[in-house]
T-cell receptor, first 116, second 115 residues
Framework: DGGITQSPKYLFRKEGQNVTLSCEQNLNHDAMYWYRQDPGQGLRLIYYSQIVNDFQKGDIAEGYSVSREKKESFPLTVTSAQKNPTAFYLC???????????????FGPGTRLTVL | AQSVTQLDSHVSVSEGTPVLLRCNYSSSYSPSLFWYVQHPNKGLQLLLKYTSAATLVKGINGFEAEFKKSETSFHLTKPSAHMSDAAEYFCVVSDRGDNFNKFYFGSGTKLNVKP
């Protein structure tokens, strides 16, 4: 079965702790993305990566970090510098079909992070 | 600049009646447009997409959308609502003129289906 997996489904963090959210895809997609979703708002882009070992900041990158060491994996670390991390986090991927042209994005099931 | 406006934050219909979810966009170039659906605490699922082929796009679960360039609209419709359609729907624009095909999300429309 091809798809995107995210783990854990629920995550609880104490203030001052860093946590890492996992995202894995077996779709052989080139690009991967992290979004944050808050109630009543659309998705906001945190980071994205078009190729291995390269990634760019999105609209709300402060307090987050990522790595892209393998094509299949794009973990997101929520650091203690992120002042309001409680949210639903969604990972997505898409296939490149041309120079800087990508197909639709496929989404994982999400991770709900709560700061205690 | 690219943007998406979903004109209704909540829509309520009775089962068996038509559904209309409205979306307007702004785009500098030739856009690709998408509708996604999200059930509670789940990821987003693609319903349909427009990528400059036919202006009337058919998607999954009986949904369709019409691209109207003159009105900069991409409204989502379904002839007859089902209880399982209750979810949140997102309109998305992706602009090929961008350096990277960034997705711009609307703020979402929650669809309630009454029995």
């Amino acid at each position: 079965d091809g798809g995107i997996t995210q783990s854990p489904k629920y995550l609880f963090r104490k203030e001052g702790q860093n946590v890492t959210l996992s995202c894995e895809q077996n779709l052989n997609h080139d690009a991967m993305y992290w979004y944050r979703q808050d109630p009543g708002q659309g998705l906001r882009l945190i980071y994205y990566s078009q190729i291995v070992n390269d990634f760019q900041k999105g609209d709300i990158a402060e307090g987050y970090s990522v790595s892209r060491e393998k094509k299949e994996s794009f973990p997101l670390t929520v650091t203690s510098a992120q002042k309001n991390p409680t949210a639903f986090y969604l990972c997505a991927s898409s296939k490149r079909t041309g120079i800087k042209v990508y197909n639709e994005q496929f989404f994982g099931p999400g991770t709900r992070l709560t700061v205690l | 600049a690219q943007s998406v406006t979903q004109l209704d934050s909540h829509v309520s219909v009775s089962e068996g009646t038509p559904v209309l979810l409205r979306c307007n966009y702004s785009s500098s170039y030739s856009p690709s447009l998408f509708w996604y659906v999200q059930h509670p605490n789940k990821g987003l699922q693609l319903l349909l997409k427009y990528t400059s082929a036919a202006t009337l796009v058919k998607g999954i679960n009986g949904f369709e959308a019409e691209f109207k360039k003159s009105e900069t609209s991409f409204h989502l419709t379904k002839p007859s609502a089902h209880m399982s359609d209750a979810a949140e729907y997102f309109c998305v624009v992706s602009d090929r003129g961008d350096n990277f095909n960034k997705f711009y999300f609307g703020s979402g429309t929650k669809l309630n289906v009454k029995p």
